[in-house]
């Protein structure tokens, strides 16, 4: 019998406290109630695991001052599908991001 495969929408920011930062995450839960949130990177890290033998596939969403150092350690693991960088300085990571296919332009 094949293991089903779930998807987990995980969300890392350090400053995901900010009044900003809650109402998108309001929003967030409205459409995928079961989204995680962490503002702590190892924390994080330990929850998205890697990939052996654990059915869970992640989409994540990045602050990115965190991104920028993260998403080269972590771009070619399995179990993350896509990375979406949640950024007011779109240039800047756009730019460092162009390297990374799993990277959502």
């Known amino acids: 019998m094949a293991q089903s495969t779930s998807l987990q929408l ?11 930062n809650r109402e998108f995450w309001t929003k967030i839960r409205e459409i995928y109630p079961e ?12 929850f998205l695991g890697y990939g052996v033998d654990d059915p869970r596939r992640f989409i994540l969403i990045v602050s990115g001052i965190i991104a920028e150092k993260l998403v080269p350690d972590i771009q070619r ?24 296919e799993k990277v959502e332009k």
């Open 10 to 20: 995980v969300w890392l920011d350090a400053n995901i406290h900010r009044d900003i």
């Open 35 to 46: 989204a995680m949130k962490f503002d702590d990177q190892d924390e994080c890290l330990r």
């Open 77 to 100: 693991r399995e179990n993350i599908l896509s990375i979406y960088v949640y950024c007011a300085n779109i240039f800047k990571h756009e730019e460092w991001s162009r390297q990374y």
